[in-house]
């Protein structure tokens, strides 16, 4: 009888399996990939490296000396300390590559109103920060549609089948949305910001990456220097409007490779892909599975990319805390099979 | 967690070389191994020094890019902040957007 391993479960959970169930698991994943988004599968050998590092009993694991990665983060700070001081602890206690600013109502609609107060912030992170501190939120598409905005809500015109409606809707809420973002980027631009991060592209579907790509076009022509990271929110983009194209490329529906291109082409510096766990399969399985999904834009990217391998996304586990066995797996996991530049 | 994943893959923030790695990323969108081989160039060290915080800590010492602050080892007398950032713009040879504008109101 297979002796029982101690793994996780994409909720965090500690499960045992043997070592052929996580090699099935791994392959499972790696099929779900190519089944879904018809990518190529792993090869061998990576599937290989990945059953030693998930059949590891060992509590931590890490990367070869030499193989590190370039760390950033989205949402830098702690809720015990105020703002400056949790960017200082991350950059001296914490050993991050980049920081980001960030206001917790963490929406470019939002941050509109407090822009004045956010650059303030941003000059006192400067002054006293040494590692580069970009600012960062959320395009949030949804927050143009009522009660929150002035659009109408395509959520609720969509189940009604008032399908013109609901694109009209996402369409002015577009517009809106680009302003806004422009508007910020900028001010923070102007009080020395490294950088501009706009996290979870895509939420709200392809009419939230296309007011994205729009604001980072605008962006890159008027500050050809300046930093703009896209973190994306899901694998897929969900086609809420459907028929919305970037420079000719149906926005709806894109995986990671596509989304990479699209990325790239409005002119952002670093990309930044996310794929969802699935809480009832293991972290083995998850990660497999998010590997294969974003393999293929790796070797072609001509910016970097930074794998999204925060709470619930690219294998590590949905948990408010998650355990660190689980997440320097996936870290292991992604800078061996990816090559990537980051995460 | 994001202390879980620099100690497995990070390169080590201002404890070695990261920042100024994630500074050739972020503003020019240099993939890792060309922004490695660039900082190692301009710090005139190998690139497997760049993750190694012993051989960086005396390298930033000796560039005045700034040093973490240690209990046991003060650093009163290097650069501050924005003089290291200073520093740094000038030996990667690359704009940093806050001393840009420093330097722009100072008259420099």
């Known amino acids: ?343 | 967690m994001p202390v879980a994943h620099a100690v497995a893959a990070g390169m080590g923030g201002m404890r070695a070389a990261g920042d100024l790695v994630a500074r050739l990323q972020m503003a020019k969108g240099m993939r890792l191994a060309a922004a490695k081989t660039y900082v190692a160039g301009r710090l005139g060290v190998a690139e497997r020094d760049l993750s190694d915080c012993a051989a960086m800590q005396e390298a930033r010492a000796e560039h005045g890019l700034g040093q973490i602050y240690e209990g046991e080892a003060p650093h009163a007398f290097d650069p501050s902040p924005l003089e290291a950032k200073a520093n740094i713009s000038r030996l990667l040879d690359l704009p940093i957007n806050c001393i840009t504008r420093l330097d722009a109101r100072r008259g420099a």
């Open chain 1, 1 to 343: 009888m297979e002796p029982q391993i101690v793994t996780r479960m994409a909720d965090g959970t500690l499960t045992e399996m043997t070592r052929s169930e996580i090699r099935r698991d791994l392959e499972d994943g790696v099929q779900e990939a190519v089944r879904r988004a018809k990518v190529e599968p792993l090869e061998a050998d990576e599937l290989d490296h990945l059953l030693e590092i998930f059949a590891s009993p060992a509590r931590f694991t890490a990367v070869d000396i030499g193989d590190e990665v370039m760390l950033s983060f989205d949402g830098t700070g702690a809720p015990q300390f105020d703002r400056i001081g949790g960017l200082l602890l991350y950059e001296q206690c914490l050993a991050a590559d980049s920081l980001e600013l960030f206001h917790q109502d963490y929406s470019y609609k939002a941050v509109k109103t407090l822009v004045p107060h956010e650059q303030m912030a941003m000059k006192h992170a400067q002054e006293r920060l040494t590692i580069p501190v970009h600012y960062g939120s959320q395009p949030d598409l949804g927050r143009y549609s009522e009660p929150d905005g002035p659009c109408q809500n395509w959520s609720m015109l969509l189940p009604e089948l008032r399908i013109d409606e609901a694109r009209a809707a996402q369409e002015q809420a577009v517009e809106l949305a680009v302003d806004d973002m422009v508007h910020v980027a900028e001010a923070l631009w102007e009080v020395g910001a490294d950088g501009i991060n706009f996290d979870t592209a895509g939420a709200a579907g392809d009419a939230d990456l296309l007011a994205t790509l729009r604001a980072v076009e605008t962006l890159r022509a008027r500050h050809p220097d300046m930093g703009i990271m896209i973190g994306m929110a899901a694998e897929r983009v969900l086609g809420a409007h459907g028929q919305l194209t970037y420079k000719g490329t149906r926005i709806a529906g894109q995986w990671p490779a596509g989304q990479q291109k699209l990325v790239e082409e409005a002119g952002a510096t670093i990309y930044g892909p996310a794929v969802n766990v699935n809480t009832g399969r293991s972290g083995a399985w998850n990660t497999s599975r998010a590997l294969a999904l974003v393999k293929p834009c790796c070797a072609a990217a001509g910016i970097p990319v930074h794998m999204n391998v925060g709470m619930g996304v690219g294998g590590v586990p949905m948990h408010t805390v998650p355990p660190i066995d689980a997440v320097s797996r996936v870290s292991k996991a992604c800078v061996d099979v990816l090559r990537l530049d980051g995460l």
